[in-house]
């Protein structure tokens, strides 16, 4: 994630930002407006907030997301990233091209292809990045029906197929205590001599 991050322009990393740290879909992005943005400010440092997901923008159509209006907790990197938006105008667009104009319908998706192959990186698409999101909230330890409302997925058997490439994880794990047992086994073996 940090190498599509460095990547990319600072117009391009408040965007890629947004759906990294806070798993919104690409449309959903397109239309976030500075009201739906409230930091948490300490020592004058952004650290914190939420976001409100009020609605999405399709083919220049302004439509309410399917599970509803949701609020998604803004990180302490994604923070970081809005820390000027409360300079902005109260509806103007939080996510904006080079230019500053809002992202058409399929920028968002053209300026990833560019950031990513500057980065180096083969085989990803501008979803890796709410993937990314959704898989870091399970990694956490956040219970699996909050990361369902936060992505705004309307069943939880959408949220439960992030699980499984949590599976990497557990494999990891396993060779890890596989990995400690045998220490163990051998420093015990070597005590007894």
Known sequence: MRRILEAASEAHR???AIMAYAGLR???VRALRRRDVR???ERGEAVG???SVREGQSHGQTHTPKTGQREVPIAAA???VFGSVERELRDGFVAVNDRGEPWGQWGLDQAFERVR???GLEGWSVYCLRHYAITSWLRAGVPVHVVQRM???KHLSTTQRYVHYLKEDLEEAGRRIARAARGLAHAQSSHRE
Do not use: T, V, Y
Request: aromatic share 14%; net charge positive; proline share 5%.
């Open 39 to 41: 930091l948490r400010w």
């Open 14 to 16: 408040r965007s890629f």
């Open 151 to 153: 992505a705004g997925h």
């Open 78 to 80: 994604l923070a970081r």
């Open 117 to 119: 192959k500057r980065a």
């Open 26 to 28: 690409p449309n959903e």
């Open 49 to 51: 907030g939420f976001l």
